[in-house]
């Protein structure tokens, strides 16, 4: 039962890298290979605590960070 997806139960998870993106407060920040469990099914993703707790303090050193690359990106109002 380890080795299925909790949320759609029938899965099989696979170790891949994934990129994600994250608000932290009003910003966005993507983050690009991070270590992932992901669901061959439905595609749901877990993060092990060690990675999870990486990603925040990543996102905290980006955004205090002047020299990082920037992209503009639309937001639109539904």
């Known amino acids: 039962m380890a080795n299925l997806c909790y949320f759609c139960r ?11 993106t994250r608000f932290w407060g ?4 993507a983050l690009n290979d991070v270590p992932a469990l992901v669901c061959q099914q439905c595609g749901e993703r877990y993060f092990d605590a060690k990675t999870s707790h990486k990603i ?3 996102i905290q050193q980006a955004l205090k960070s002047k020299s990082l690359p920037k992209i503009n990106v639309p937001v639109l109002q539904f």
């Open 56 to 58: 925040d303090d990543r």
């Open 26 to 29: 009003k910003d966005l920040v």
């Open 10 to 20: 029938t899965g099989q998870l696979k170790k891949e890298k994934v990129n994600i």
